[in-house]
């Protein structure tokens, strides 16, 4: 945005001067010389134009220009050497050595205008002497159908650098023709160089101070959001205002701007674009009845809106979905800068490809992970399956006596499992987990867990049936909890599940009972561990058959 505290024209009448704050808009037009590699260019061809100045193709003297990328060579010591104020590569400058008489650098007629439309006519202007000489004096003059108007620089002293002037004015309510120039009005002699630059024209009216979201500041998103911005402006309330205004805003293209249909109010609700890029948006204004026109209306500065690409993330995990236990997951994310993993158990990472050891059941479900780059997230997720631990027992072993049948309890647990018992003979069905045993003699079963693919094993558990002839009763253990026969085993009587075995003292009290035998007697009764010395037993199978006679506790 270019603002300019400006004397401001009104009526095209004699003047009053007045300090305000305002603008210009896109340039009716703009004569910057072109550009080229050689220092000098080519002599103005364009019909518009008019000098009293002669062109030639080197230093200039008085009265003679030339269009110059540089005036290196140029009167060396005498002038400054610069380039061009437009700072293109190779750009060029109109360089004019002005004579004493008030002569014409640069006239042209603009055709065409709105009426009652403020315009600024300008130019970039160089003293090009060094030091001392005599200083350039240069008027700027517009004439209408109304009269010739005109602004004078006053005196352009050394060492200012490349420096803006101009003239505004205002257009006949017909509009119509002007005609524009700068004039020389200093003498000739030592000095009175001058180099010319960006002379420009344009309409010039109302400041204009864009913001989206009450901010001039650049706004970013991301493409996947969905937000809503408010295209705001702010005119100076002590400057320039049009009598009737009217608004249009509009987004920069690849050829210019262009009109935002409907968006004709001083603010407008923007639902931001999809595709990533860069945008920019600004407001003309103008009188209401000129705001179709691009030679009427001013432009605010550009606002922009950067949409940031939003990443596309990806999620997986090496090999397949399905993880056996105790295995390694190895999970995969790509499509951004950074990476932010959740997922059951509590697990959380910042990894963009974490390995979780010792994979267990607990692992199982989703994981999520968030992709950013640049500010803007997306997420993705992978679906995980932990298979169960296969585990498998036999039981404990067992004591039968002859003849007796018992049921093999075993357990086995995993996913997509089957099983069996080796060897098979003796038994009701090798391929049920509790299988009834009727071996001949001791025997050892293995029972053979295995699980399918993809987490393919085969663990297994033994099992070993003692049959004996009869039930044998030690006569004596040692209850010191040495680890050593310190408990009352008697083989085979727990597969009499509805026997009585009672203990008593010398003195025939009741020590301990129990049904089955389920656990053996440890040589205590309800009333804490027995003194050493002898005990009776008797043991009713109930079946018949009673087994009666001593045991012996000793340390």
């Known amino acids: 945005m270019i603002f300019f505290r400006l004397w401001v024209i009104f009526c095209l009448t004699m003047f009053t001067a007045l300090t305000v704050q305002a603008q210009v808009g896109d340039p009716i037009f703009k004569e910057d010389f072109g550009s080229g590699t050689a220092q000098i260019g080519p002599e103005i061809s364009d019909p518009n134009f008019y000098t009293t100045y002669t062109y030639v193709p080197t230093t200039p003297q008085d009265g003679s220009y030339t269009i110059a990328n540089s005036t290196s060579g140029m009167y060396t010591g005498a002038?400054?050497?610069?380039?061009?104020?437009?700072?293109?590569?190779?750009?060029?400058?109109?360089?004019?050595?002005?004579?004493?008489?008030?002569?014409?650098?640069?006239?042209?007629?603009?055709?065409?205008?709105?009426?009652?439309?403020?315009?600024?006519?300008?130019?970039?202007?160089?003293?090009?002497?060094?030091?001392?000489?005599?200083?350039?004096n240069v008027t700027f003059t517009v004439t209408t159908s109304l009269g010739t108007f005109t602004k004078n620089t006053g005196f352009i002293d050394n060492g200012l650098g490349w420096q803006p002037y101009s003239i505004t004015f205002t257009t006949p309510p017909t509009g119509g023709n002007i005609t524009l120039q700068m004039t020389n009005s200093s003498s000739s002699g030592y000095g009175n160089d001058i180099a010319l630059d960006d002379i420009t024209f344009s309409p010039y009216g109302?400041?204009?101070?864009?913001?989206?979201?009450?901010?001039?500041?650049?706004?970013?998103?991301?493409?996947?959001?969905?937000?809503?911005?408010?295209?705001?402006?702010?005119?100076?309330?002590?400057?320039?205002?049009?009598?009737?205004?009217?608004?249009?805003?509009?987004?920069?293209?690849?050829?210019?701007?262009?009109?935002?249909?409907?968006?004709i109010n001083s603010t407008y609700q923007l639902h931001q674009p999809t595709a990533a890029g860069?945008?920019?948006?600004?407001?003309?204004?103008?009188?209401?009845?000129?705001?179709?026109?691009?030679q009427c209306r001013v432009a605010s500065a550009p606002v922009t809106l950067t949409i940031k690409s939003t990443p596309i993330a990806q999620a997986s995990v090496s090999g397949l979905s399905t993880i056996c236990y105790g295995d390694n997951i190895?999970?995969?994310?790509?499509?951004?800068?950074?990476?932010?993993?959740?997922?059951?158990?509590?697990?959380?990472?910042?990894?963009q490809n974490p390995i979780i050891g010792n994979a267990t059941e607990a692992m199982t479900g989703q994981y999520r992970v968030m992709v950013t780059t640049a500010g803007c997230p997306a997420w993705a997720t992978v679906t995980l399956h932990i298979n169960?631990?296969?585990?498998?027992?036999?039981?404990?072993?067992?004591?039968?006596?002859?003849g007796q049948s018992v049921q093999l309890n075993g357990m086995a647990t995993g996913e997509g499992i089957t099983y069996h018992w080796t060897p098979s003979r003796y038994l009701s069905n090798p391929d049920i987990l509790n299988p009834i045993a009727t071996p001949e003699a001791d025997i050892t079963y293995t029972l053979h867990v295995i699980s399918a693919a993809p987490c393919a094993m085969e663990i297994d558990s033994m099992v070993t049936i003692s049959v004996y002839d009869k039930i044998v009763v030690p006569n004596t253990f040692s209850p010191n909890n040495d680890g050593v026969n310190d408990t009352w085993k008697?083989?085979?009587?727990?597969?009499?599940?509805?026997?009585?075995?009672?203990?008593?003292?010398?003195?025939?009290?009741?020590?301990?009972?129990?049904?089955?035998?389920?656990?053996?007697?440890?040589g205590t009764s309800k009333n804490g561990k027995l003194s050493t010395g002898t005990y009776f037993y008797r043991i009713d199978l109930k079946n018949g058959k009673v087994y009666s006679g001593w045991v012996l506790l000793v340390d």
Not at 214 to 228: E, I, K, L, Y
Not at 388 to 402: D, M
Not at 499 to 505: A, D, G, L, M, N
Request: net charge negative; glycine share 10%.
């Open 79 to 136: 002038w400054l050497v610069t380039g061009d104020h437009t700072g293109n590569p190779g750009g060029y400058m109109m360089v004019a050595g002005a004579n004493g008489s008030p002569d014409v650098f640069y006239k042209r007629t603009v055709t065409g205008l709105c009426p009652n439309t403020q315009y600024q006519f300008s130019a970039y202007l160089l003293n090009l002497m060094q030091f001392d000489g005599i200083k350039p």
């Open 206 to 263: 109302p400041t204009l101070k864009p913001g989206i979201n009450n901010s001039s500041a650049p706004v970013s998103s991301c493409s996947a959001a969905d937000n809503t911005y408010q295209l705001g402006v702010t005119i100076d309330p002590s400057g320039f205002h049009y009598t009737d205004p009217a608004y249009q805003w509009q987004v920069g293209n690849s050829t210019g701007w262009a009109d935002i249909p409907g968006a």
């Open 330 to 351: 190895n999970l995969m994310a790509s499509g951004g800068d950074t990476y932010n993993w959740t997922g059951p158990n509590e697990f959380t990472t910042s990894q």
């Open 278 to 294: 860069v945008y920019q948006y600004r407001l003309v204004s103008a009188e209401a009845a000129n705001i179709t026109s691009a």
């Open 490 to 522: 008697i083989a085979a009587l727990d597969t009499f599940p509805n026997s009585i075995t009672q203990v008593f003292s010398r003195y025939g009290t009741l020590v301990f009972e129990s049904k089955g035998y389920p656990r053996p007697w440890d």
């Open 388 to 402: 169960p631990k296969v585990t498998v027992a036999a039981g404990p072993n067992r004591q039968i006596l002859h």
